[in-house]
């Protein structure tokens, strides 16, 4: 599709770590020392560094936006960075890490290939960092970076870098993490971030940049199971090219696997099968079409379909149910109690389902799980069960986060209160019209 | 075996495109705020990407100081023309006319002025959403904007009360008298537009591209000379081969000394550049929070 002679990938990757960890200042150090800062910008550090700063130029000044955030000194919310070195182009989502603000750091890591994890090399392995392992986890970020930060503060002491490595190691089999990466670094001057560093002889590894730059990112979506969940139903009205005149488009992203012209798929939750007759897009028709592109599907027979349906691959189908269970992120001041009831939005559609029962609460510090749970408040994550007034066609979240992820919403306020994982399906979807052939 | 792979490109544009059918499918009567300037030209593109072979099922609306580059209003409504939608225009003189807007004393740039003819442009056409060619990183307070930017009955936008956003799920749910402002380039960088911009082929307002000017010398910028602004006795004037990095009104654009006259041109010289485009946009340097002062007041 890319007319330009160096294609260069996308990497989005997203950091959290407490309040004075130095997270700012490590994304300060990474926007400045890669040169992805501009005059302007160091002007307006340097003009700050003299209000505030005594003169000292303040690297977290670049990332701390809001005024609010400035004068309290902490990252209030998630803001993205942008950057870009000739291997590839970078998304930075910079989440506070204070306690209370897991909802953010979720949030930031929802999207992210992967996870920064900052830690004061003077305080080692605390609850903040188990936290931030653990949302990396559940969320099934692909990538981790344990970045020991503060290196020069303990004389750039080996031992001390093999100890938190140790510390961290020790809860790391529990968790759903596959890559996990450890660099000693200082993101106030600057070592192992950008140019690898003169006090650390004992560390064979990459740079922070480094990594970030090769890490292999190309296998983060799912391709292999075909997923494509309507939109918007493309239909021209008054067509001025007659040929359009009986287009029937489903318009939509897909959220898992590939799609060919000519592959038997079925509508779900109907049943309907056809076949994909078109792949079109306004830069001509596709052969096939993989996740996440966006594509507008045309099929042999004209079924109806609305916003909301799924087509899937009729040999590879999805699970079906209107009985849900999921691990959720509670993120709204107002307790989540059994038997509530929401809005929920799923792929493209979204219906109202209630929370039934709480079953447990993740400790986050120990990872153990806690029953008899009456309620899970702000930044609390747990297992929930939730029945819809509609089955969902769905994956599990570890097979496909795109089909197995959803959000709640709570009706009166709309306020996003939820971000729910879906565990895996216990049975495929039964289609509603059996045997039913065009 | 066939790489499934995308490229930076490819991946901004299917994140764009699955926005704006969003918007499409979730909001009653949205629009696109369309101002002629390069990244509106991308969300146009983008329209097409999301809805062809219908029609774009959204008018365009453009919120005119007055005081716009008359190459941009030429450009704008021949590109509004040429895709076959309905563009609604808005002005501030007529805003100051009707008394829905007032000058400040001495208040010379209209920026501050198009808030409140923009908030009355919705509640005419009673729009739900406006989708913007905002990107974060033009700027701080816009690198904590949602894509899905929720704004109260009064415009206003509330940093610290954003609606989370996961995934690739968007809530566009509002109550009566609430709007969403949809900024589909959020991860977009300036450098990504102009790339899109040359893998598309689009036409661009002739002023990006470099051209003879009168120009003033102001607040450290050269900026376009213009009856509405005479310079002081002690402000230079001089002509120059200049071009726009970016548009805002005549008054408050500064121009770089370029020889880009392509868009290859104007890459190579972003790629080389040693400020930002914003830096060149006398409405921010106000105060560090200019923008972040005007995006709670109802600002695009």
Redesign the interface.
């Known amino acids: 599709?890319?007319?330009?002679s160096h294609?260069?990938?996308?990497l989005r990757f997203n950091t959290c770590g407490s309040v004075d960890d130095g997270k700012s200042t490590l994304i300060g150090r990474l926007l400045y020392d890669s040169k992805s800062l501009?005059?302007?910008?160091i002007e307006?550090l340097e003009?700050?560094a003299d209000i505030t700063g005594g003169g000292q130029i303040n690297l977290a000044n670049l990332?701390d936006?809001?005024?609010?955030e400035r004068e309290q000194g902490i990252t209030?919310?998630?803001?993205?960075?942008?950057f870009?070195t000739p291997r590839r182009?970078f998304?930075i989502a910079d989440t506070p890490g204070h306690v209370q603000y897991t909802?953010?750091m979720?949030?930031g890591a929802?999207?992210a290939n992967l996870s920064i994890i900052l830690i004061d090399a003077r305080q080692g392995v605390i609850e903040q960092s188990r936290r931030h392992a653990i949302i990396a986890s559940l969320l099934r970020i692909p990538h981790l970076v344990v970045a020991i930060n503060k290196m020069d503060l303990v004389d750039w002491s080996h031992e001390r870098f093999l100890e938190i490595q140790d510390q961290f190691e020790e809860f790391l089999p529990r968790l759903d993490i596959k890559d996990v990466k450890f660099i000693p670094v200082s993101a106030l001057n600057g070592d192992n971030i950008v140019t690898a560093s003169p006090h650390t002889p004992w560390y064979p590894g990459p740079t922070l940049l480094g990594h970030l730059e090769t890490v292999h990112i190309?296998s983060d979506?799912n391709?292999t199971n075909f997923r494509f969940p309507v939109?918007?139903v493309?239909?021209?009205?008054n067509?001025t090219?007659h040929s359009?005149h009986d287009?029937r488009?489903l318009?939509?992203?897909v959220s898992g696997g590939?799609v060919k012209v000519g592959q038997k798929v079925m509508v779900l939750p109907s049943g309907f099968t056809s076949t994909v007759k078109q792949i079109?897009?306004?830069d001509g028709p596709l052969e096939e079409a993989?996740?996440?592109?966006?594509v507008t599907l045309v099929l042999e027979h004209d079924l109806d379909i609305s916003?909301g349906d799924v087509i899937v691959d009729a040999s590879d189908l999805p699970g079906a149910s209107n009985e849900l269970h999921a691990k959720i992120c509670w993120?709204a001041p107002r307790p989540l109690t059994a038997g509530r009831q929401f809005?929920l939005?799923?792929t493209?559609q979204t219906v109202k389902a209630a929370v039934t029962a709480i079953e447990d609460r993740i400790n986050i510090s120990t990872f153990d799980k806690e029953t008899e749970v009456a309620e899970l408040s702000m930044n609390d994550l747990g297992e929930v069960r939730i029945k819809t007034a509609k089955p969902l066609v769905y994956d599990g979240y570890g097979t496909n986060?795109?089909t197995g992820?959803?959000?709640l919403?709570e009706p009166g306020t709309?306020?996003?209160v939820g971000?729910g994982m879906l565990l895996p399906p216990i049975e495929a979807a039964r289609p509603e019209y059996k045997d039913f052939a065009i | 075996m066939k790489?499934?792979?995308?490229?930076?490109?490819?991946?901004?544009?299917?994140?764009a495109?699955?926005i704006m059918?969003?918007v499409?499918?979730e909001f009653e009567l949205p629009a696109i705020l369309f101002s002629g300037g390069k990244d509106s030209i991308c969300l146009l593109r983008l329209a097409?990407?999301?809805?062809?072979?219908?029609?774009i099922p959204m008018p365009f609306l453009n919120v005119a100081t007055g005081h716009e580059f008359p190459e941009l209003l030429e450009f704008r409504d021949r590109r509004a023309k040429e895709l076959g939608a309905k563009l609604i225009i808005r002005t501030v003189d007529e805003a100051l006319e009707k008394g829905l807007a007032v000058q400040a004393p001495g208040q010379i740039s209209r920026n501050q002025l198009q808030i409140p003819v923009l908030l009355a442009a919705i509640e005419e056409f009673r729009f739900d959403a406006c989708i913007g060619g905002a990107r974060?990183?033009e700027e701080?307070?816009r690198?904590?904007e949602r894509f899905f930017s929720f704004r109260d009955s009064f415009g206003q936008w509330d940093?610290?009360n954003?609606?989370?956003?996961?995934?690739?799920?968007y809530?566009g749910?509002?109550?009566p008298g609430e709007n969403m402002r949809v900024f589909p380039l959020?991860?977009w960088?300036e450098?990504?537009v102009w790339?899109y911009i040359?893998?598309e082929k689009l036409e661009v307002p002739s002023i990006y591209f470099s051209h003879p000017r009168k120009c003033v010398r102001r607040h450290g910028q050269w900026q376009p000379y213009t009856e509405l602004l005479p310079p002081k006795a002690t402000e230079e004037v001089k002509d120059l081969i200049v071009r726009v990095r970016t548009i805002g009104d005549i008054i408050s654009t500064g121009c770089v000394e370029s020889p880009a006259t392509t868009v290859d041109d104007i890459i190579a010289e972003i790629a080389a550049?040693?400020?930002?485009e914003?830096?060149s946009r006398a409405d921010d340097k106000v105060s560090?929070?200019a923008m972040?002062d005007r995006k709670k007041a109802g600002y695009f």
């Open positions: 599709m890319s007319t330009l294609p260069v990938d996308l501009m005059e302007d910008q307006a003009r700050s990332t936006g809001l005024r609010a209030i919310d998630v803001a993205y960075r942008y870009a182009k998304i909802r953010n979720v949030t929802s999207t190309a979506w391709l939109q918007w493309n239909r021209p009205n067509p090219d359009l287009f488009g318009s939509g992203q590939v079109w897009t306004i993989f996740s996440p592109q966006s916003r993120m809005l939005k799923h493209t986060r795109l992820s959803f959000i919403i709309n306020a996003t971000a | 790489s499934y792979h995308l490229d930076h490109l490819d991946y901004l544009e299917t994140e495109i699955h059918r969003e499409a499918s097409e990407k999301a809805f062809r072979p219908s029609d974060r990183d701080k307070a690198a904590k940093p610290k954003q609606r989370p956003e996961i995934w690739n799920l809530n749910r509002l109550n959020s991860n960088t450098m990504d790339e040359k893998r550049a040693r400020v930002t914003r830096g560090e929070a972040e």
